[in-house]
């Protein structure tokens, strides 16, 4: 491994990723960062005030990142927060319960918020919770959703809080693209540290 490369792993690996959590009350939110953070499940998760923080290391190939965690609370009230968040993060999960349709036309309406207000880097992901429940509960079809993720340039996931499914899985794909992003501006940064350096070699 080259001193640059070397550099850059060491750099990627002290690197501090932020994910805001975004969505109704009730879809899961707050679930979803337990199993993530615990590998753990509880039937009675009480609804989050303002929103809750924290912190998990994740290991992804050879490369070991730091992942801040938002939970955002649901409740209309508390809305106007979320800004502060996903201001400052680098990727922004809008779930839904992929039983109510009224929580996806809800985090439609966060999706909308962010694209016109959220860094336009924020890698956006479009998650629907409680795949477990039975299949004539569902009335969101994954099809429909996942067209509409592709449209909107988001990535798309079905995930169970309860029983784990996709759960890891999808934050491992966030900090994947967190660091492609920051291993690009890192070479930007490489490259012209090189050139304004002097005596590097010609085109």
């Known amino acids: 491994m080259s001193e640059s490369q070397s550099q850059t792993t060491d750099f990627i690996n002290r690197s501090?990723?932020?994910?805001?959590?975004?969505?109704?009350?009730?879809?899961?939110?707050?679930?979803?960062?337990?199993?993530?953070?615990?590998?753990?499940?509880?039937?009675?998760?009480?609804?989050?005030?303002?929103?809750?923080?924290?912190?998990?290391?994740?290991?992804?190939?050879?490369?070991?990142?730091?992942?801040?965690?938002?939970?955002?609370?649901?409740?209309?009230?508390?809305?106007?927060?979320?800004?502060?968040?996903?201001?400052?993060?680098q990727s922004a999960v809008v779930?839904?319960?992929?039983?109510?349709?009224?929580s996806f036309n809800r985090g439609m309406v966060w999706i909308k918020e962010l694209k016109e207000q959220a860094p336009v880097n924020t890698i956006i992901v479009l998650c629907g919770n409680k795949v477990d429940l039975a299949i004539e509960a569902r009335a969101v079809k994954a099809e429909d959703a996942e067209n509409i993720a592709r449209e909107e340039g988001l990535l798309f996931t079905e995930v169970s809080a309860k029983s784990g499914q996709g759960v890891k899985a999808m934050f491992q794909t966030i900090v994947s693209g967190c660091i492609a992003f920051r291993l690009s501006e890192t070479i930007v940064i490489l490259n012209a540290t090189g050139e304004e350096g002097g005596g590097g070699g010609g085109r």
Not at 42 to 60: C, E, N, R, S
Not at 95 to 102: E, F, G, L, T, W
Request: contains cysteine; proline residues 4%; glycine residues 8%.
């Open 95 to 102: 779930v839904y319960d992929i039983c109510s349709k009224s």
């Open 16 to 89: 501090t990723f932020r994910v805001v959590l975004l969505g109704d009350q009730g879809v899961g939110k707050s679930s979803i960062a337990l199993r993530f953070l615990r590998d753990e499940y509880h039937d009675h998760q009480p609804p989050t005030i303002g929103a809750a923080y924290v912190t998990q290391t994740l290991k992804v190939g050879n490369q070991s990142v730091k992942l801040d965690i938002w939970d955002t609370a649901g409740q209309e009230r508390f809305a106007t927060l979320a800004p502060m968040y996903y201001r400052t993060a």
